[in-house]
């Protein structure tokens, strides 16, 4: 399995059997994708210009892409997909009295394939609850935005990840290796993050509850 980051927010991760793209983005907000490849299409917040330029991506087959934007169970070419809904979050004013802009949740992802469970937390609002957490309590590999305007605070994505404890966690959303919300984000796990790749393979032996934690750091498709 190879997973790349396209740019912004979008993730694409190619099995044997099925390609999946994650939260293609508005050609006319930000934008030509260079129109890749995919069987499934995820959503993370429909309507969102980050999150839903779906005709960006071109068949990876004979078909359209199959496009999923809300909770639910889900199983396509092989490819096993849970949605799970983020409740809404509101922004107070300064005096911390009545929400002034209520932002509507949005939909985290976990899917399982060859063998490899990844969630991906674009669609997070804030920490997980019980619900949550038992959801993507078993995940392999954790693909968690860092930087982007719509990401939950650096301190609440750090306290999550640690919650799930992965083998594998993959960032993605940051300007570049340097951006202080990687720095920052890497920094609170004590660990290094490995260098740049165009895109990283992992298999079943990358990963499991005898794997120590890694973080990987992809270069964008943009850059």
């Known amino acids: 399995m190879e997973i790349s980051w396209i740019g912004h927010s979008s993730v694409r991760i190619r099995g044997r059997e099925a390609t999946v793209i994650i939260d293609p983005w508005d050609k006319k907000t930000f934008g030509t994708m260079s129109r890749p490849k995919a069987h499934l299409i995820l959503n993370s917040r429909s309507g969102d210009p980050l999150s839903s330029g779906n005709d960006q991506v071109a068949p990876a087959g004979n078909q359209t892409p199959i496009i999923f934007d809300r909770p639910g169970e889900y199983e396509i070419s092989g490819v096993q997909v849970e949605g799970y809904k983020t409740s809404e979050s509101t922004v107070k004013t300064e005096a911390d009295s009545e ?125």
């Open 99 to 223: 929400p002034i802009q209520a932002v509507a949740g949005g939909t985290s992802w976990l899917i399982k394939l060859e063998g490899i469970s990844i969630g991906i937390l674009s669609g997070l609002k804030h920490a997980l609850p019980t619900t949550g957490k038992g959801l993507f309590a078993n995940a392999d590999v954790i693909l968690c935005p860092i930087g982007l305007a719509e990401a939950i605070p650096q301190e609440i994505m750090v306290k999550t990840v640690r919650e799930i404890n992965p083998s594998v966690v993959i960032p993605y959303g940051y300007d570049s290796e340097e951006d202080e919300n990687l720095t920052a984000f890497v920094g609170a796990f004590g660990s290094s993050v490995s260098d740049p790749v165009d895109s990283l393979t992992i298999a079943g032996k990358d990963v499991g509850p005898d794997i120590s934690l890694q973080i990987h750091y992809l270069q964008s498709k943009l850059s």
